[in-house]
């Protein structure tokens, strides 16, 4: 690409050769280097290829064909992002080793509080804000507001811990068999494809069921049109052999009375 934008530019005349004398593509993250070199002086290697000299006084002018954020400069994901996404994916394991955890750091300050340690030293000797350790000075606090306070600064921590003791509890659960691993982005992209080809496959067969149903009864409607009109044209044809033996019958009953009469 770095090759035709350059030869497009130079047949357009936008610069010329002595300004910019080559164009170099690093590979690795495809960034142009457009060398500037007032005084050129080409020379040819043992194997036929020209190549230029530049002075000292070159500049090197960089251009990126990238975007700035690539994949090596993204930033890793923070400790309590990490957590919400795990969340995400496992909550139903995340939620019972983090209630455990949490049970356990909360009664082990509460332990440490109760037992005489002096904590505010401890704090102090890590450097701990004034503002968290002053608080923690009143003697009118109990153990109970000193195991809060405790619990609270030990935040990331807790995080940190809930975090492995999941990944831990999850490897052993896929090991046994009672979770299955979260597919992958393809693997899921599969499986919506399946369901989809499936669901259009169920609703053609219906469509065609539907149809087949539609037809069957178009054709029994016909069937009973066709029948009752049979039975109309009988029952009309049995009318008119009614009508015809009446007439025969009064036509003979004149030939007798007149028979009589004479």
């Known amino acids: 690409m770095a090759n035709v934008a350059t030869r497009r530019l130079l047949n357009k005349n936008l610069f010329k050769l002595k300004d910019f004398t080559h164009i170099f593509k690093h ?8 060398i500037n070199c007032r005084d050129n002086k080409f020379e040819t290697n043992n194997y036929g290829h020209q190549s230029f000299r530049c002075s000292t006084n070159s500049q090197i002018r960089l251009f990126s064909t990238q975007p700035e954020d690539c994949e090596a400069n993204k930033k890793k994901p923070s400790l309590f992002q990490r957590f919400k996404q795990m969340y995400k994916d496992y909550w139903y394991v995340l939620v019972p080793v983090h209630l455990v955890t949490s049970a356990a750091w909360f009664g082990g300050f509460y332990y440490l509080a109760k037992s005489g340690v002096d904590i505010v030293a401890i704090l102090e000797s890590w450097n701990v804000s004034d503002k968290i350790t002053n608080p923690l000075k009143d003697s009118s606090m ?7 306070a405790l619990y609270k600064i030990a935040t990331p921590a807790r995080y940190t811990i809930t975090l492995g003791g999941t ?21 899921l992209k599969e499986m919506y494809l399946e369901k989809k080809d499936n669901l259009l496959e169920t609703m053609r067969e219906t469509r065609e069921g539907f149809k087949l149903q539609s037809e069957k009864l178009k054709d029994k409607k016909e069937n009973i049109i066709d029948d009752f009109d049979k039975s109309i044209k009988q029952i009309k044809e049995l009318g008119d052999k009614i ?10 009953k004149k030939k007798v009375t007149k028979t009589s009469k004479e």
């Open 27 to 34: 590979n690795r993250c495809t960034s142009i280097f457009f």
């Open 142 to 148: 109990g153990y109970l507001a000193v195991s809060y």
């Open 167 to 187: 990944t831990i509890s999850i490897n052993y659960l896929k090991k046994w068999g009672y979770i299955k691993p979260v597919p992958s982005k393809e693997r």
């Open 243 to 252: 009508k015809s033996k009446e007439h025969m019958v009064e036509e003979l």
